[in-house]
């Protein structure tokens, strides 16, 4: 352990791997739904745009696990909650109740990721 005074100690990115890892779910859910005969979303374009959706989550979880600190993360934050919330938006709109559950777990790992775990700085 350093005693210099610009010490950090590294970031622990639970809420950005919850997001990543969900993120997949819910992609998996959707993108089976869309596919499905008779699932009744089977190509429409709002499966399309909670898809991508779900995809940006994941980009958006993996650039908050390459980023420690700034104001780029904290941009990357802004955009999780717009993203999360949009998306579980159009997931609700589309009944898929267990594409929305698991965006629900994916607002709680934006809520760790934004109030949790910051880095302290040793005096």
Same mark, same amino acid.
């Given at each position: /352990? +350093?005693?210099?005074?610009?010490? =950090?100690?590294?970031? #622990?990115? %639970?809420? =950005?791997?919850?997001?990543?890892? *969900?993120?997949?779910?819910?992609?998996?859910?959707? =993108?089976?739904?869309?596919?499905?005969?008779?699932?009744?979303?089977?190509? +429409?374009? @709002? !499966?399309?745009? *909670? /898809?991508?959706?779900?995809?940006?989550?994941?980009?958006?979880?993996?650039?908050?696990?390459?980023?420690?600190?700034?104001?780029? #993360?904290?941009?990357?934050?802004? $955009? +999780?909650?717009? =993203?999360?919330?949009? %998306?579980?938006? @159009? !997931?609700?709109?589309?009944? @898929?109740?267990?594409? !929305? $559950?698991?965006?629900?777990?994916? !607002?709680?790992?934006?809520?760790?990721?934004?109030?949790?775990?910051?880095?302290?700085?040793?005096?």
């Amino acid at each position: /352990m +350093s005693t210099s005074a610009g010490y =950090a100690p590294p970031r #622990r990115h %639970t809420g =950005a791997y919850i997001i990543v890892i *969900t993120a997949l779910i819910a992609l998996a859910i959707t =993108a089976w739904r869309f596919f499905t005969p008779l699932s009744g979303v089977t190509d +429409s374009g @709002g !499966a399309m745009v *909670t /898809m991508l959706g779900e995809f940006v989550l994941f980009i958006l979880g993996l650039l908050l696990i390459k980023h420690e600190f700034g104001g780029l #993360r904290s941009f990357f934050v802004v $955009l +999780s909650w717009l =993203a999360v919330i949009g %998306t579980l938006f @159009g !997931a609700v709109l589309l009944h @898929g109740w267990w594409t !929305a $559950l698991v965006l629900v777990v994916c !607002a709680a790992g934006v809520v760790i990721e934004t109030f949790c775990g910051k880095p302290t700085r040793s005096a």
